[in-house]
C-alpha cells in the first residue's frame, strides 16, 4: 500500500499548500495593474531611448552627457549637424501627407 503515515501526509499537504500559495501569489503579482504598468513603462522608456540612440546615429549626432553646472544656451554649440533642416523636412511630408489625406477624403 501507499505511505499511509498520518506525519508524512500531513508534511505532503503542508508543503502542498505552501507551495500552492507561492504559484498563487507570483501569479497575483505578475497580473496586478501596478506591475503590468511598471513592465509597460519600463518597455515604452526602453523602446524610446532605442529610438533616440537610432536617430542620433542615423544625423550623425553624438550623446554625451549634461553636467549639473552646464551652461543651457551652450548645450548645442558643439553639435556639427543643424535640426533645422530635418525637421523643416519631417514637416513639410507630414504637411503634404495630411493634404493627401484630405483631398482623398473629399474625392468619395
Known amino acids: 500500500m501507499a505511505d499511509t503515515d498520518p506525519d508524512e501526509l500531513e508534511r505532503r499537504i503542508a508543503r502542498t499548500r505552501a507551495e500552492l500559495a507561492q504559484t498563487v501569489d507570483a501569479i497575483a503579482d505578475r497580473v496586478s495593474p501596478k506591475r503590468v504598468a511598471e513592465r509597460t513603462v519600463a518597455d515604452v522608456k526602453s523602446r524610446a531611448g532605442s529610438l533616440a ?3 542620433t546615429d542615423a544625423l550623425g549626432m553624438s550623446q554625451r552627457s ?3 553646472g552646464d551652461d543651457p544656451d551652450r548645450l548645442w554649440d558643439d553639435e556639427a ?3 533645422a533642416p530635418v525637421l523643416i ?3 513639410a511630408v507630414l504637411v503634404i501627407g495630411a ?3 484630405l483631398w482623398r477624403r473629399r474625392r468619395r
Do not use: N, Q
Open 66 to 68: 549634461v553636467e549639473f
Open 53 to 55: 540612440a537610432s536617430v
Open 89 to 91: 523636412g519631417v514637416g
Open 99 to 101: 493634404a493627401v489625406v
Open 81 to 83: 549637424p543643424s535640426l
